[in-house]
């Protein structure tokens, strides 16, 4: 095992890092910027080295200074958590060329299945079923429409590199394809440096359905079911759960031998999500792959009792996944996980400063990541994520009874938090039935204005 591991990142994942290497008796080493002086990440790691200004570009995401801090710390390895450096291909190789152990799969494999395109056809060579699109980047508006109109509209344009949403456009005809193919090449080049893209089939209404994997060191893949992730905002995850009221045990044992197959094809190590979209006749289809451990990852936890990042550091540190899971892994009751962020529950527009009053509802059945603090600060630089909330019960209803005892006792005070939109989910007929898509929300917020415009008298 590891003697000492720095984490490459901040805020509840870092501090979720810290928790499983002193589990294992390793060392930490937090590195943080200018304005992450006081977390507590910094306070909790047994060392702490500042890499930088408040920018992450100055600091988390510079690749020298954050090497430089490794070596001065003389750490074995370095986690790189979620965002950020975790899916950085050349972070990757950098760190096999200091010798020090990057936790999580090899840079080639990275390459390879971080690129939403070469992912696709890599899945498509092991079939993993995918939706109908182009065979690969699109060199120009012609070639786009070609593909559109052999694959039939609507259509989706994706980037091939990144993801949240940006350089993404759904195309409805012809006539507006070259406009959209702009807008969508230019977002993706200001946001990844990287223009390219790529088409599929648009599905109108699909569930987002994930799968997570852990792969070890010695050809070994084990898939740990799914979670179900349709509750979301312009492609930001809201709410999740496991498992998907929509996945059989059929299917999800037909889909874990696909994805063992196909990822041991691949020499694919450590921890991994596959995502999914699920049209209206409960097909799957692959759409992309997260070559880290995820936000959402706590879900997956609950309803298997096995420690992800922990199991992430000891594939890392050579063991074989017969000795880190239990046999049989099983799927106990249901869990669901909400994103707490620092932003307006209406206008979604971040709401930066300092917490006056900072309350976590405990209880069974409740989990609370975070790494806020009352007279803590929220930085405007990063990411609003100031906690996940998560809910075990014996079953979907449990967990959401759970679920809401937990947001009535959340009490965050000092700045706006998403804590009064997930109240209100929870409230809704349609989720509450499972009943729901990637376009939930566009419905929700529907029904609410004419919910408050009858209040009104409107």
């Not at 300092?354 to 630089?381: C, H, L, S």
């Amino acid at each position: 095992m590891f003697r000492k591991v720095l984490i490459a990142n901040r805020g509840e994942i870092a501090l979720r890092v810290i928790c499983a290497c002193k589990e294992l008796g390793i060392r930490t080493v937090a590195v943080y910027s200018e304005a992450d002086r006081n977390s507590l990440h910094v306070r909790f790691a047994d060392e702490a080295i500042c890499i930088g200004p408040p920018r992450s570009a100055e600091s988390y995401l510079n690749v020298p200074a954050v090497i430089s801090a490794a070596e001065i710390a003389d750490v074995d390895a370095i986690h790189p958590g979620y965002g950020l450096l975790s899916e950085n291909a050349n972070f990757a190789e950098v760190c096999r060329a200091s010798n020090i152990k990057f936790i999580g799969p090899p840079p080639e494999v990275t390459r390879l299945m971080g690129e939403k395109e070469k992912a696709r056809q890599a899945m498509k060579k092991a079939k993993v079923p995918i939706l109908p699109g182009s065979d690969g980047v699109i060199q120009n508006e012609d070639e786009a429409i070609e593909w559109a109109k052999s694959v039939g509209f609507p259509v989706i344009l994706k980037a091939t590199a990144g993801g949240g949403g940006r350089g993404m456009r759904v195309v409805r005809s012809a006539d507006e394809l070259p406009g959209l193919f702009q807008a969508a090449s230019s977002e993706a080049a200001n946001a990844f440096g990287n223009g390219s893209l790529y088409m599929e089939k648009f599905i109108e209404r699909p569930r987002h359905i994930e799968f997570q994997i852990l792969a070890d060191e010695h050809g070994n893949v084990i898939s740990l079911g799914e979670r179900e992730c349709s509750i979301q905002r312009r492609h930001q995850k809201l709410i999740e759960e496991a498992p998907s009221l929509q996945v059989t045990q059929k299917m999800r044992d037909d889909i874990g031998k696909t994805l063992k197959r196909s990822l041991e094809g691949v020499g694919y190590q450590n921890a991994g999500t596959i995502e999914f979209l699920m049209d209206e006749d409960g097909k799957l289809y692959f759409i992309e792959m997260n070559t880290r451990i995820q936000v959402e990852h706590p879900v997956t936890e609950m309803v298997t009792g096995i420690d992800l990042v922990k199991a992430q550091l000891r594939i890392a540190s050579g063991e074989k996944l017969s000795s880190i899971l239990p046999e049989p892994t099983t799927i106990r009751g249901h869990a669901i996980e909400c994103r707490i962020n620092a932003e307006h529950p209406e206008k979604f527009t971040p709401s930066a400063g300092k917490i006056t009053v900072f309350n976590i509802p405990g209880g069974n059945g409740i989990r609370v990541d975070t790494a806020q603090y009352a007279e803590g600060v929220v930085p405007p630089y990063y990411d609003s994520l100031i906690a996940k909330l998560i809910a075990h019960g014996k079953d979907r209803n449990e967990a959401m009874a759970r679920m809401r005892r937990a947001l009535d006792m959340f009490v965050v005070e000092g700045i706006h938090t998403t804590i009064p939109l997930h109240r209100g989910i929870f409230l809704d007929d349609e989720f509450r039935e499972g009943q729901f898509d990637t376009k939930f929300m566009e419905r929700y917020f529907e029904r609410e204005k004419e919910r408050k415009e009858a209040e009104l008298g409107v």
